[in-house]
């Protein structure tokens, strides 16, 4: 059963405060013209979200996480002049069910892109019905539409294509040896970090809808992702300082930018040198699950159009992104 929140409480606002340093409940009570029981439940709630809320005596509520909160003026202001027109529309929400549902109840604008960002999502979508997790404060959870004067078969290539602008991007920004595992995942050290969900709309001869959802373990705790059923891992986790979300977000929105107007330009073959300079496939023992049938070979990089090959028993065979799943062998 679910905890009746007061709706006087904003908590970007409360938040803010709790970062200034310990707070006591009659001075929050005060600031927000609520009660202490109604604070208590809002410290509650948040609680449960994942955050790391400490009761000290005499003290009050410490927030334990040191992370910026984001913040839309921050991140217009750090993206380059240049590139500032091309975001057309910028929505920021402390919880959300998915940016991606956000963003695919809209059109695509006529030009730039529209962005939608959270610092919590309740069902954040993932590749073939997973979910993403991502508790307040932890990460990065964006989702953005653009439009594209491409046919939808032009287009096959571009999960791998945004994948590549999403990891040398992180690779850039953070010095870490951000890896692609195909076809949406981004590695570090061997474990996820980062990962993206393509959705297209239009006529198939185009022009074509975008709506691009990314997620990136920024400051994910091992607490906090105690329930991810997979190897992962977070850019803070391995052994770097804390990273301002606001400047890696507008970081990655500049660089999909650009790279959105060289694919609509040039196609895959832009990106496919780059791709297999990234591949943390390339040489491993994988594992195909395709439906309900298994199948072991050697990643063998991809092809012209972005399929995966493997190397079987049988012989060289590719498979595509909307069919499979791919895990190394352990075996």
């Given at each position: 059963?679910?905890?009746?929140?007061?709706?006087?409480v904003?908590?970007?606002?409360?938040?803010?405060?709790?970062?200034?340093?310990?707070?006591?409940?009659?001075?929050?009570?005060?600031q927000?013209?609520?009660?202490?029981?109604?604070?208590?439940?809002?410290?509650?709630?948040?609680r449960?979200?994942?955050?790391?809320?400490?009761?000290?005596?005499?003290r009050?509520?410490?927030?334990?996480?040191?992370?910026?909160?984001?913040?839309?003026?921050?991140?217009?202001?750090?993206?380059?002049?240049e590139?500032?027109?091309?975001?057309?529309?910028?929505?920021?929400y402390?919880?959300?069910?998915?940016?991606?549902?956000?963003?695919?109840?809209?059109?695509?604008p006529?030009?730039?892109?529209?962005?939608?960002?959270?610092?919590?999502?309740t069902?954040?979508?993932?590749?073939?019905?997973?979910?993403?997790?991502s508790?307040?404060?932890?990460?990065?959870?964006?989702?953005?539409?653009?439009?594209?004067?491409?046919?939808?078969?032009?287009?096959?290539?571009?999960?791998?294509?945004?994948?590549?602008?999403?990891?040398?991007?992180?690779?850039?920004?953070?010095?870490?040896?951000?890896?692609?595992?195909?076809?949406?995942?981004?590695?570090?050290?061997?474990?996820?970090?980062?990962?993206?969900?393509?959705?297209?709309?239009?006529?198939?001869?185009?022009?074509c809808e975008?709506?691009?959802?990314?997620?990136?373990?920024?400051?994910?705790?091992?607490?906090?992702?105690?329930?991810?059923?997979q190897?992962?891992?977070?850019?803070t986790?391995?052994?770097?300082?804390?990273?301002?979300?606001?400047?890696?977000?507008?970081?990655?929105?500049?660089?999909?930018?650009?790279?959105?107007?060289?694919?609509?330009?040039?196609?895959?073959?832009?990106?496919?040198?780059?791709?297999?300079?990234?591949?943390?496939?390339?040489?491993?023992?994988?594992?195909?699950?395709?439906?309900?049938?298994?199948?072991?070979?050697?990643?063998?990089?991809?092809?012209?159009?972005?399929?995966?090959?493997?190397?079987t028993?049988?012989g060289m065979?590719?498979?595509?992104?909307?069919?499979?799943?791919?895990?190394i062998?352990?075996?």
């Amino acid at each position: 059963m679910g905890v009746c929140l007061p709706a006087a409480v904003d908590n970007f606002d409360l938040l803010k405060t709790l970062q200034n340093g310990p707070q006591t409940g009659v001075a929050l009570a005060e600031q927000f013209g609520i009660s202490r029981a109604a604070v208590w439940k809002r410290i509650e709630s948040l609680r449960h979200a994942g955050l790391q809320i400490n009761a000290l005596e005499k003290r009050g509520y410490e927030l334990k996480q040191n992370t910026a909160l984001l913040n839309k003026q921050c991140i217009w202001e750090a993206l380059p002049k240049e590139y500032q027109s091309q975001l057309t529309g910028l929505h920021l929400y402390f919880e959300t069910h998915s940016t991606q549902v956000l963003a695919l109840a809209v059109s695509a604008p006529v030009s730039g892109i529209e962005v939608w960002l959270a610092e919590m999502q309740t069902a954040g979508q993932g590749r073939r019905g997973k979910t993403w997790f991502s508790p307040p404060m932890s990460g990065i959870a964006c989702s953005l539409n653009r439009r594209f004067a491409l046919s939808f078969a032009a287009m096959s290539g571009f999960s791998l294509a945004c994948a590549v602008i999403l990891a040398e991007s992180l690779k850039r920004q953070t010095e870490h040896n951000i890896q692609v595992k195909w076809p949406n995942d981004l590695w570090l050290n061997g474990r996820k970090c980062a990962g993206l969900l393509i959705q297209l709309r239009g006529e198939a001869q185009g022009p074509c809808e975008l709506t691009l959802g990314f997620g990136v373990n920024v400051n994910l705790s091992v607490d906090q992702g105690s329930c991810i059923d997979q190897p992962w891992t977070s850019l803070t986790e391995s052994g770097s300082p804390g990273w301002n979300r606001n400047e890696l977000i507008a970081g990655l929105l500049n660089d999909l930018i650009i790279g959105f107007e060289l694919y609509e330009t040039n196609g895959f073959a832009a990106f496919i040198h780059r791709y297999r300079a990234l591949d943390g496939l390339q040489g491993q023992n994988i594992v195909i699950h395709d439906g309900n049938h298994r199948l072991n070979g050697v990643a063998c990089g991809i092809d012209a159009s972005g399929a995966l090959l493997v190397e079987t028993q049988d012989g060289m065979r590719c498979f595509h992104s909307g069919e499979v799943s791919v895990k190394i062998s352990h075996d």
